[in-house]
């Protein structure tokens, strides 16, 4: 993605008007980054050692405004309900994002162990009850399906959370990410989770994703695929869409097993429905980046934080604008970051720096 492309919703941000100081009125910096500038918050990974599968927990121990938009149609997810700007509850803990499918979901059990050990919760007057939701992801075609993430690995991952910027590639809840599966996943490619932000006006918007799709990752400055779906020798990208549209279609794709989720983080003043709606736009970056988006195969899920630590306020528009900018570009991050996927028991999938003319730029990898 361009600079000027990705600064674009910075640069409205950046007039809001005169409670702006000058030092803050430009873009502070640009795709670099993660999601822990986002003050409040912390990252941390689980990866299994047995086979490519982990979870993240993104955890807000001074609790944060959340909202979710669910756009897939395979999803499986925990306490997203509870996320209605019509409900009880206004603001979360922690996020987890999880492999393992729907087994997956348990790992939330242990972060709100973690929590709760150290009194972080809703007050309930007899207790506080952690307020965890989670999404997963569908990797359980990577190696034994009988390892997935439990209530261990989601407290491990807490442990290990720390506010500095979290490894991306093959860790986590992107260990066994894969893309451009509607050929199968012998044609697929290795993929990641990865992480950016931005930061304009004095707030920070930050996204971490972990990219699992069906269809290809599209860089947005070219409008080609930089990983995804391979021709028959696996030699080159196939171009999923191009594909499509000559007719060459697919049967043989199991409904649920891909799903792109992710999670969106300002230090902005947010209310439930600002959260909800930014969100929504977030979206945006996905449909950017990854093509086709949203499949019946696909669960994606995005959540919006907003932890008020800035104690400013900005239009939801304007920052939808720059949460869709900035999870296109922790996609992008999440393929540059991955690596080959090989070994006993597992499929041979390349990652985009390993096919010819891929950009091998990197991020913070493991």
Request: proline share 5%; net charge neutral; charged share 20%.
């Amino acid at each position: 993605m361009e600079r000027r492309e990705f600064l674009a919703g910075a640069t409205a941000i950046a007039a809001l008007g005169s409670s702006t100081s000058s030092s803050d009125s430009a873009a502070q910096s640009g795709p670099a980054g993660a999601i822990t500038d986002v003050a409040g918050i912390k990252v941390g990974h689980f990866t299994d050692s047995r086979r490519p599968t982990g979870c993240t927990v993104i955890v807000v121990e001074e609790a944060a405004t959340a909202g979710v938009d669910v756009r897939g149609a395979a999803p499986g997810t925990r306490e997203t309900d509870l996320l209605d700007p019509s409900n009880l509850v206004d603001k979360v803990h922690a996020i987890v994002l999880s492999g393992g499918s729907a087994f997956g979901l348990e790992s939330a059990t242990g972060v709100v162990r973690w929590l709760e050990e150290r009194g972080i919760g809703f007050d309930v007057g007899v207790a506080r009850v952690p307020i965890v939701p989670a999404a997963i992801l569908f990797d359980l075609g990577i190696g034994d399906p009988k390892i997935r993430p439990d209530a261990e690995a989601g407290y491990k991952a807490c442990g290990a959370a720390t506010s500095t910027a979290p490894a991306e590639g093959n860790v986590g809840a992107g260990a066994g990410a894969t893309v451009g599966k509607l050929f199968t996943l012998k044609r697929a490619m290795k993929c990641g989770i990865g992480t950016a932000s931005v930061r304009v006006a004095g707030m920070t918007v930050g996204a971490i994703v972990a990219v699992n799709a069906v269809g290809d990752v599209i860089d947005p400055a070219t409008g080609k695929p930089i990983a995804g779906a391979r021709t028959e020798d696996g030699k080159r990208l196939l171009n999923t869409r191009d594909a499509i549209l000559r007719g060459e279609l697919t049967t043989g794709l199991r409904a649920g097993t891909a799903t792109t989720i992710g999670v969106i983080a300002t230090d902005a003043v947010l209310t439930k429905a600002q959260a909800r709606k930014i969100a929504q736009m977030a979206h945006d970056g996905l449909a950017r980046t990854i093509r086709p988006i949203h499949t019946t195969s696909d669960g994606d899920t995005v959540f919006a934080l907003g932890t008020g630590a800035s104690g400013r306020r900005a239009p939801t528009t304007l920052l939808g604008a720059l949460a869709a900018d900035v999870l296109a570009e922790a996609v992008l991050r999440a393929v540059r970051a991955a690596t080959r996927l090989a070994g006993p028991g597992l499929p041979d999938l390349p990652s985009a720096r390993d096919l010819p003319g891929s950009d091998g730029t990197t991020g913070h990898t493991a």
